[in-house]
């Protein structure tokens, strides 16, 4: 059914480029120009190539993309990955420095009393 759909796409396309006479020059590299083949078992072949050239071109480029949305997600997962190492390192840091700075506050509080010398 779908190849019966597309046939009938190019086919409507065929027929519009034949209609306006506008590439004479193919603005698809593979595709063929079914507009001057004579004889409807040739012309119905032409589009059967073109069909099967353009599902395989659509294959490959899915392929493509799959692959790089794949390479894209394992990218994230690692970055996700190391976002968590970094925020650990980060939160321990954060109480390394908290503990310091009670450390010398507690330093601070407990500074030596001055005698001060008796008057005479």
């Known amino acids: 059914m ?11 396309c065929g027929l519009v480029i034949a209609g306006f006479r506008v590439a004479a020059a193919q603005d698809i590299a593979g595709v063929e ?13 032409c589009l059967q190539s073109n069909v099967n050239f353009l599902q ?3 294959t490959k480029n899915a392929l493509d993309a799959r692959q790089r949305l794949n390479a894209a997600g394992s990218e994230i997962a690692a970055l996700k990955h190391e976002i968590v190492a970094l925020k650990s390192t980060v939160a321990s840091l954060q109480a390394n420095v908290e503990q310091l700075q009670a ?6 509080d407990k500074k030596p009393e001055i005698k001060k010398p008796d008057a005479k």
């Open 2 to 12: 779908f190849k019966i759909a597309a046939v009938g796409l190019v086919l409507s």
């Open 103 to 108: 450390a010398q506050k507690a330093a601070g």
């Open 33 to 45: 120009d079914c507009t001057k083949t004579t004889g409807l078992d040739k012309r119905t072949g």
């Open 56 to 58: 395989q071109l659509v």
